[in-house]
């Protein structure tokens, strides 16, 4: 396992993380806990110790599962949650970044992962009723409790980041980034990069798409945001397939399969950590096969010929973004 270090934590943290919005069984079709549980420790057994999870995933399920899981080797682990999104009784997720909603987040998921810190405490959404610099205030005043060890944000752009840094540590962030969703190779990447944060990339597989599973007939059941995702939608689905057929001859070529590239490919871009959504033991037998090799610079550009080639008509992962809170 390849290791970096997150601002403010000495552990090393594993390049691999794992996801479990899945596991929340929300918005995946579902969950079944016994297998989440026995997912979470083949993880840690592979070699990851960073757990990323959210209170909306399930709202509150998925840090149930987790903290429930990893609590035989709790202090050998990261855990990585979030604060910033609200709900109603109708489960739709807003964004909420209020001070004294945060103050009462944190206690809730330290709660519910029956633990007494949060390695990373990430802000979910920029909510843009809320001033950033006042977010990182609140974040800064929990970090200086010790209910938190390292503060980073998810899907904010450097502006944000940067005014929210005025008032705490900025440790991460945590962008979409996947071969299919590069939206942040000409900002947030470089400003990682100059500012010393790890970026957590989110959909390291593009919701499975690039797991070398999906074939054109597949379907997925019940709330599995997968049946609306433009990417899985005809005519557009199939020039993915494609993609990932040219993608699955250069994995090849390095004796890979396409799921080690695609994860190999978002280590090898910068000071990154892949997020990987798994949901059973097995999925993760391919853990082993992202380390011990590098992509050259004739496999990128052979990648980008690739993608520029198959993908005409290309579509982001904007989909997933929750709305603003009502005035
Ligand atoms: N901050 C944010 O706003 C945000 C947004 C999205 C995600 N995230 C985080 O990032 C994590 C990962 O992203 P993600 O869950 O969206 O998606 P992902 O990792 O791109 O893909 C997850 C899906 O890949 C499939 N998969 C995994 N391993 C596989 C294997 N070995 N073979 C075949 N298929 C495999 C599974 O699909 P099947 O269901 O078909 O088994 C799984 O549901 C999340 O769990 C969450 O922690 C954060």
Same mark, same amino acid.
Request: net charge negative; aromatic share 8%.
């Given at each position: 396992?390849?290791?970096?270090?997150?601002?403010?934590?000495?552990?090393?943290?594993?390049?691999?993380?794992?996801?479990?919005?899945?596991?929340?069984?929300?918005?995946?079709?579902?969950?079944?806990?016994?297998?989440?549980?026995?997912?979470?420790?083949?993880?840690?057994?592979?070699?990851?110790?960073?757990?990323?999870?959210?209170?909306?995933?399930?709202?509150?399920?998925?840090?149930?599962?987790?903290?429930?899981?990893? @609590? %035989?080797?709790?202090? +050998?682990?990261?855990?990585?949650?979030?604060?910033?999104? !609200?709900?109603? $009784? /109708?489960?739709? =997720?807003?964004?909420?970044?209020?001070?004294?909603?945060?103050?009462?987040?944190?206690?809730?998921?330290?709660?519910?992962?029956?633990?007494?810190?949060?390695?990373?405490?990430?802000?979910?959404?920029?909510?843009?009723?809320?001033?950033?610099?006042?977010?990182?205030?609140?974040?800064?005043?929990?970090?200086?409790?010790?209910?938190?060890?390292?503060?980073?944000?998810?899907?904010?752009?450097?502006?944000?980041?940067?005014?929210?840094?005025?008032? @705490? %540590?900025?440790?991460? +962030?945590?962008?979409?980034?996947?071969?299919?969703?590069? !939206?942040?190779? $000409? /900002?947030?990447? =470089?400003?990682?990069?100059?500012?010393?944060?790890?970026?957590?990339?989110?959909?390291?597989?593009?919701?499975?798409?690039?797991?070398?599973?999906?074939?054109?007939?597949?379907?997925?059941?019940?709330?599995?945001?997968?049946?609306?995702?433009?990417?899985?939608?005809?005519?557009?689905?199939?020039?993915?397939?494609?993609?990932?057929?040219?993608?699955?001859?250069?994995?090849?070529?390095?004796?890979?399969?396409?799921?080690?590239?695609?994860?190999?490919?978002?280590?090898?871009?910068?000071?990154?950590?892949?997020?990987?959504?798994?949901?059973?033991?097995?999925?993760?037998?391919?853990?082993?096969?992202?380390?011990?090799?590098?992509?050259?610079?004739?496999?990128?550009?052979?990648?980008?010929?690739?993608?520029?080639?198959?993908?005409?008509?290309?579509?982001?992962?904007?989909?997933?973004?929750?709305?603003?809170?009502?005035?």
């Amino acid at each position: 396992m390849e290791t970096i270090r997150i601002p403010g934590i000495d552990e090393p943290a594993s390049r691999v993380g794992l996801g479990t919005w899945a596991i929340g069984g929300w918005m995946w079709g579902g969950a079944d806990d016994d297998a989440s549980v026995e997912t979470i420790r083949r993880a840690y057994d592979r070699g990851i110790t960073v757990f990323d999870t959210a209170p909306v995933y399930g709202f509150g399920h998925s840090e149930e599962v987790v903290g429930r899981a990893v @609590a %035989p080797f709790r202090d +050998d682990v990261l855990i990585a949650t979030k604060c910033g999104l !609200g709900w109603g $009784d /109708d489960e739709q =997720p807003f964004r909420d970044s209020r001070p004294d909603s945060i103050r009462r987040e944190v206690d809730a998921s330290l709660r519910r992962l029956g633990t007494d810190r949060i390695d990373l405490y990430q802000v979910h959404w920029p909510d843009p009723r809320v001033p950033f610099a006042e977010t990182g205030a609140v974040l800064e005043e929990i970090r200086r409790t010790g209910k938190v060890r390292a503060i980073g944000v998810s899907n904010f752009a450097p502006a944000e980041m940067d005014a929210l840094a005025t008032a @705490a %540590p900025l440790a991460t +962030d945590q962008p979409p980034y996947n071969l299919f969703e590069r !939206g942040i190779d $000409d /900002d947030v990447l =470089p400003y990682a990069e100059d500012n010393g944060l790890v970026l957590l990339a989110y959909g390291a597989l593009c919701r499975g798409l690039l797991s070398g599973r999906m074939r054109p007939d597949t379907t997925f059941q019940g709330d599995d945001l997968r049946v609306y995702d433009p990417k899985f939608q005809p005519p557009r689905y199939d020039r993915y397939l494609a993609a990932v057929d040219a993608l699955s001859e250069i994995a090849a070529g390095r004796g890979k399969s396409v799921l080690a590239l695609a994860v190999r490919w978002v280590l090898d871009r910068g000071p990154t950590i892949a997020l990987w959504g798994a949901r059973t033991p097995a999925q993760l037998d391919a853990v082993g096969e992202v380390f011990g090799w590098e992509l050259t610079a004739g496999d990128m550009a052979a990648i980008d010929d690739a993608l520029a080639r198959t993908i005409t008509d290309p579509v982001g992962p904007e989909f997933m973004a929750p709305p603003a809170r009502d005035a």
